[in-house]
């Protein structure tokens, strides 16, 4: 009855599963021409303003597209205007490499923006906001890298930090959701509101990534995946990342998406649950790691339903109320499933040991 339950399971929650649409190398189509942003006036010496420069190598490229390459130093930019992405480029920071927001009061700004356009690749270096020199008082739209209604996105190799709202945010514009997003082996840390959110968005695939730290301002999670009503979001794939130290929750998921998997991530110390989903449908939590968080290392709540919870490591979880490292507290100190869900499969998963 439980292999056939999970095989109706797979079959209704993730459609899009046996098509392996994700890839952590996916293929983007780039432009041959190579432009160095200090041959368009950038200085990287920590105290210049080169968002113009960046903008200018980027805008020089012809209409094919091509790479703009950023050498090693501190390259200070105003993220209220933004470095704006264009179709078929490539960023790349080498080694060394640093872009560093200069402090500003409004609510609303991004280091870099890729905003309708294809075929987009941020690759390398490092991404640091102005949360802690922050002139303003509210908003927690202050973002890293911006992707709104883009298609065929790669943010590879990057750490971006300390941003006043989100080091990633991935959603539609215009209600033109992003599709086919891939993030690989990024590191978001230290940021306000969350490290990662997901908007409305089709085929995202975050993969080799760490979300840690995040606090400052609600939710404070890892990762977000919450459309509300902008739009639906779906196949999103989350595999072999970590989500540690977060203030929130490690992952935490909302109503209108579907196809959601979640295999393989480590979830450690972070102060919520490792995984909350609150009224979110057709999710795959598999094979995953939670241990010393907060609250439970997987909580189902609300109208969650056909989804599945099985094969997952999960011990040690509830540390706000009681001791990390000892057994007792009964199986709910590692999953719950609240009475309002439906079409749960809850299957093979290492629990703490009970008294």
Do not use: C
Not at 24 to 45: C, D, F, H, Q
Not at 329 to 354: E, F, H, M, V
């Amino acid at each position: 009855m439980i292999a056939a339950a999970s095989l109706s399971l797979s079959a209704v929650a993730l459609p899009a599963a046996a098509a392996s649409w994700w890839s952590a190398n996916p293929s983007i189509s780039i432009g041959s021409t190579t432009i160095n942003v200090r041959n368009k006036g950038a200085l990287g010496n920590g105290t210049h303003d080169d968002t113009a420069a960046f903008q200018a190598a980027i805008d020089a490229l012809p209409q094919s597209g091509g790479t703009v390459t950023v050498p090693a130093g501190r390259y200070m930019i105003n993220a209220v205007k933004s470095i704006r992405m264009r179709s078929h480029t490539r960023l790349l920071l080498q080694d060394g490499a640093e872009l560093r927001v200069i402090p500003n009061k409004e609510a609303w700004h991004y280091a870099i923006r890729a905003w309708g356009v294809n075929n987009v690749v941020i690759n390398g270096g490092k991404i640091v906001g102005e949360r802690a020199q922050h002139k303003g008082t509210t908003g927690e739209w202050g973002m890293g890298v911006s992707i709104l209604g883009s298609k065929n996105v790669l943010v590879k190799d990057v750490n971006v930090s300390q941003f006043w709202g989100d080091g990633l945010y991935v959603g539609a514009q215009r209600g033109t959701r992003s599709d086919y997003v891939t993030i690989n082996h990024v590191v978001s840390t230290g940021n306000r509101r969350q490290g990662l959110s997901i908007t409305p968005a089709a085929h995202v695939y975050v993969v080799n990534s760490t979300f840690s730290d995040t606090h400052g301002t609600l939710p404070q999670a890892g990762v977000d995946i919450e459309p509300q009503n902008e739009g639906k979001t779906e196949s999103i794939r989350l595999e072999n990342n970590t989500m540690t130290g977060n203030k929130g929750n490690g992952i935490e998921l909302h109503a209108n998406i579907s196809g959601i998997t979640i295999t393989r991530n480590q979830l450690t110390d972070n102060r919520g649950f490792g995984v909350l989903a609150v009224s979110a449908p057709y999710l795959t939590i598999n094979a995953n790691h939670a241990t010393r968080n907060g609250l439970a290392g997987v909580g189902l709540t609300g109208t969650t339903h056909h989804s599945g919870v099985l094969n997952n490591t999960l011990q040690y979880n509830s540390t706000n109320y009681m001791s990390p490292t000892k057994a007792g507290g009964g199986k709910a100190r590692d999953i719950q499933i609240g009475k309002s869900t439906y079409s749960i499969t809850n299957s093979n998963n290492t629990l703490s040991p009970t008294r």
